[in-house]
């Protein structure tokens, strides 16, 4: 069986057994200046307004000049205008008040298994309560629209079939072409609400649910992987801020959020392999860590730059050993779906056509270039721009981090790289508040690497912004 201690944890469980029961206090990784002025505060700063003005931007610029930019309404997001309160308006303000009083010293105190339930239970909570603004509708609806899964997934009745005939129902021009999602997206993504129906959760709302569930995890798996490598302060530091946030919004019953959640153990799986004490439980980390990225590639076509995370996981493991593993059990998983009729790259030009014949041809680059990181700083929270900045700014002088410092730096780096990738292939252009959430979390890990004196100001910020959000707009998600 995988040896499932942290490769970083001390040798000797006697030692551990007689270290005092003191509450833990996670200290900022490589703070050298007294509280309010660590190293980072002027880029925390410009990061903040660099998000602030590109989402401002992002909602002036089309209002005030009339630029028809091809997005429902709200740009730079997938919504619309609708100021409402609902059933979970007072779970979430509560829940948010509760986070900002009380979350840094859980995540700070608790016992790291204890943390961990805590942060499921959290997240679980917060992304309900958020979808309930909408009541039950908030989860119920949205999957069993008809540019979603459950219609179709309902009318499969032999999935080897529908294998074998789905690229030729991709292009828009093809009879009884896929609708929207099924056809922007690999058949993976079908298959797991194919076999949610198959096990009886065949109604919108069980699939929210389950998606919602799934998703919850997500921040989990954030933690255990810096944990694994070597970053437990800085897991601690950052459990608040993965999870409460307004990339919950999306979350919670989007596709996208359980894309998240899949990829997030992926990497997980590889961080184990990589920090793997035997040969043995290293093997069996990797072929983990294949299959589950392997079946990511089957999930969404803009998955595949979660290579660059796992390199960077590599990088910080200093080892490649974990690699031909993790390849061939990922290879296996994309080849075992195009013997069965779904090759991934004759489908992707495909898929390819069938966007720039649709409505992306009338999105305006000249907008969406920037306008994503607009929609970006919505989803994930404007904080997500300080936190990133901070870890920009400790590449200089990388050489004389920590490895905790580092690990984290470059960790946020990572998820900043994937979403400048998807930005610049131009098959990204609006609706990357939900498209882009597997990498979001990654982002957010640099919140680690902000100054003392920015945490509950920002936490704050971050809830505040997520309440105000759903309960004015629409999102559709």
Known sequence: MPDATPAHEPASAAARAHEPAVPRVPRVPGQEAPTGHAPG?????????????????????????GWNVRV???????????????PGTIAAVVLGGLAVAYAARIAGRARYGWLLLWVYLAASAWLLSLALVDGLD??????????????????????????????????????????????????????????????GLDTGLAAGFAVLFVAATTPVAVLLTL???????????????LVFGPAAIWMAVSGDGMFAAVAAWGICALAYSATAVSRGAMIAWSAASGLILGYCVMLSYGLP?????????????????????????????????????????????????????GIATRRPIEYWIWGNFAALAFSAGPLVGAAV????ARVRGFRTLTPALATTVLLALAGLAMVVLADLSGMSKAEVERIWL????????GTALLPPAWRRPGLVLQVVFAIVVQHLLFTGW
Do not use: C
Not at 41 to 65: D, K, Y
Not at 170 to 178: E, G, Q, T
Not at 235 to 240: D, E, K, S, V
């Open 138 to 199: 908030g989860i119920g609806v949205i999957l069993d629209t008809q540019y979603e899964y459950m219609n179709t997934a309902r009318a499969v009745t032999d999935f080897g079939a529908t294998l074998q005939e789905y690229i030729s129902r991709i292009p828009l021009d093809s009879v009884d072409n896929w609708p929207v999602h099924i056809a922007g997206h690999p058949p993976g993504a079908l298959l797991f609400f194919y076999v949610l129906v198959q096990v």
């Open 72 to 86: 429902r309404w709200f740009p730079p997001l997938h919504a619309e205008w609708m100021p409402r309160l609902g």
């Open 389 to 392: 900045a901070v870890a920009i």
């Open 438 to 445: 597997p990498f979001v979390p990654w982002m957010l890990v």
């Open 305 to 357: 730059l979660l290579g660059v995370l796992a390199v960077t996981v590599l990088v910080i493991g200093r080892t490649w050993k974990p690699l031909p593993g993790a390849i061939v059990a990922a290879l296996a998983v994309v080849l075992a779906f195009a013997v069965a009729g779904f090759a991934w790259w004759e489908a992707y030009p495909v898929l390819v056509e069938r966007y720039w014949a």
């Open 227 to 241: 944990r694994r490598l070597g970053a437990e302060d800085s897991a601690r530091l950052a459990a608040p801020f």
């Open 41 to 65: 505060r002027v880029a925390a700063w410009v990061g903040l307004a660099v998000a602030l003005v590109l989402i401002a931007a992002a909602m002036i610029i089309p209002a005030a000049t």
